[in-house]
Each structure stands twice: as structure tokens, then as C-alpha cells.
């Protein structure tokens, strides 16, 4: 088992963010090793920034290395992508625990990436249950999206840390899994 430090994350850490999380994008992995999960779009430093000065995320570093991290954000919906934007829209419609979404303190939750040799070992619930204790008290759900090819993240999300598929979504042709966590 190997030593993680974890800590909150703020916008110095966004360019390690960036340079980790462009190398697991769908785009530039082999369909062998989406299997293993992956992230959908591009991550520039300046809106991964604007994303964790919204809301703190979390990271985790080995012997100075970024190991993983959980990336949060609130924004005005014009400040994401067009996929987000809808997503966003859709909130009110969204129903989590009998209420809409959209009438909770919510976040997005993600991007989120343990880097594959680190896997299997608790970094992720570890990540996670950080995230939900520096949120605790200031938001009341978290809302993910994951592509729905995209099995390894969905099982390791609904089956090992909890989310609840709440809808989906078909952005350009792209099924969409809409998932919510309570953050307390």
C-alpha cells in the first residue's frame, strides 16, 4: 500500500490537474484502457481554476507526484461546456430523495481520476470522504455525470462509494448517466 498525502485542493494545483487529467480523456486512451475508466473533455488550467475556487476539491500526492484528485465546482451554467449546461437544466426536473435537485445546495462533483497504478487501494473513498467532509454543512448534494460506456467509473461510484443514478442524458449522440450523493 502506498503513502498518499491527501489535501484540499486550491489553483495552484490546477496545472497538475490539467496535465493528469488530459492524459485519460476518451479521446486519448486505447479502447483497452477506457476500460478502466476515463474522463470526458478537455481540462485547461484557467477553468479548472474557476472550478476549484468555486468549491474546494480534493488531491493527492505521492513523493511530490499527483496521485488523484476530485474536482468540484458551482458556476453560472454559461461559465461550463454546452454537455453541462444541459445537465444544468435539467436539475430542476431531476428528482433525488423525493425533491428536485435543482431545490438542494448542490455541486458538481468531478472530475475525478486516481491515476491507474495507485487503483485498488482506497485512494478514491479516501478522496472521496475528504470532499464530503470539507463540504459538510455548506452544500447538500453532489451531482456527477459519467458516460454510460464508461463501467468501470459507474460501478466503482454506485457500487463501492454510494451515488444514486438520478437520470440520463444523450449529449451528441453520448448516453449520460446524471448521479447524486448526500454530502453529509
Given at each position: 500500500m502506498h503513502k498518499f498525502v491527501c489535501l484540499t485542493a486550491t489553483e495552484a494545483?490546477?496545472?497538475?490537474?490539467?496535465?493528469?487529467?488530459?492524459?485519460?480523456?476518451?479521446q486519448q486512451l486505447s479502447e483497452a484502457d477506457r476500460r478502466g475508466g476515463f474522463l470526458t473533455g478537455v481540462f485547461t488550467v484557467p477553468a479548472l481554476q474557476a472550478m476549484l475556487a468555486s468549491?474546494?476539491?480534493?488531491?493527492a500526492y505521492r513523493q511530490g507526484e499527483l496521485a488523484?484528485?476530485?474536482?468540484?465546482?458551482?458556476?453560472?451554467?454559461?461559465?461550463?461546456?454546452?454537455?453541462?449546461?444541459?445537465?444544468?437544466?435539467?436539475?430542476?426536473?431531476?428528482?433525488?430523495?423525493?425533491r428536485p435537485l435543482a431545490d438542494y445546495r448542490w455541486f458538481f462533483y468531478g472530475p475525478v481520476?486516481?491515476?491507474?497504478?495507485y487503483r485498488?487501494?482506497?485512494l478514491l473513498r479516501a478522496l472521496f470522504e475528504a470532499n464530503r467532509r470539507t463540504l459538510a454543512g455548506r452544500y447538500?448534494?453532489?451531482?456527477?455525470?459519467?458516460?454510460?460506456?464508461?463501467?468501470?467509473?459507474?460501478?466503482v461510484h454506485i457500487h463501492k462509494l454510494g451515488l444514486e443514478?438520478?437520470?440520463?442524458?444523450?449529449?451528441?449522440g453520448t448516453a449520460y448517466v446524471i448521479l447524486?450523493?448526500?454530502?453529509s
Open positions: 494545483d490546477a496545472p497538475a490537474i490539467a496535465a493528469l487529467a488530459n492524459q485519460h480523456t476518451y468549491v474546494p476539491g480534493q488531491v488523484g484528485f476530485v474536482v468540484n465546482s458551482h458556476l453560472d451554467p454559461e461559465r461550463y461546456p454546452p454537455l453541462v449546461q444541459q445537465i444544468s437544466a435539467l436539475l430542476p426536473t431531476l428528482l433525488y430523495r423525493q481520476l486516481v491515476q491507474p497504478a485498488g487501494q482506497g447538500e448534494v453532489g451531482v456527477a455525470f459519467i458516460a454510460a460506456e464508461n463501467v468501470a467509473s459507474l460501478h443514478a438520478v437520470g440520463e442524458l444523450v449529449f451528441t447524486a450523493f448526500e454530502v
